[in-house]
């Protein structure tokens, strides 16, 4: 082998390396930035707030898995997994006001983290998730 052909598998070799390292720096400094200009509840509805106009405008994801989304839910909600929220992120409208859900709040307001760091800033995540709007709503459909 060539002392070109060397250098040229090295640099390809560096570079294959290299592009993790700078995507994962790109996904922090994005976390990151989010996080410095958040407010403190930027991104929180409450049960209490859920109106006939929220549910009238609103897109509800059931963040839950598909059997305890079968087991119940908020009406009108559709079910995407918190993990494949990213993945299927074409399912989540830019131009409406989208909340997100599951049990308590901790498994959807990861979602909505990811989300927002993708930079849908319509997305909320329903603190105190399906058991607090079971308990607490002010309207359900």
């Not at 996904?27 to 509805?45: C, D, H, N, P």
């Not at 994801?61 to 079910?79: C, K």
Request: glycine share 6%; proline share 4%.
């Amino acid at each position: 082998m060539t002392l070109k052909h060397l250098l040229l598998a090295t640099t390809v070799t560096l570079g294959l390396h290299a592009a993790p390292a700078m995507a994962q720096d790109a996904a922090v400094e994005a976390m990151q930035e989010y996080m410095m200009f958040s407010e403190y509840e930027a991104g929180i509805i409450l049960p209490q707030q859920l109106d006939q106009s929220v549910f009238e405008t609103a897109l509800f994801v059931d963040t839950r898995d598909a059997g305890q989304f079968e087991e119940g839910t908020i009406p009108g909600s559709v079910n995407i997994e918190w993990r494949e929220v990213l993945d299927r992120i074409d399912e989540i409208p830019e131009d409406r006001m989208t909340i997100l859900f599951c049990n308590t709040g901790s498994l959807s307001a990861q979602a909505a983290f990811a989300l927002r760091v993708a930079g849908r800033s319509n997305v909320l995540v329903m603190q105190s998730g399906y058991t607090g709007w079971q308990q607490d709503a002010a309207y359900k459909p």
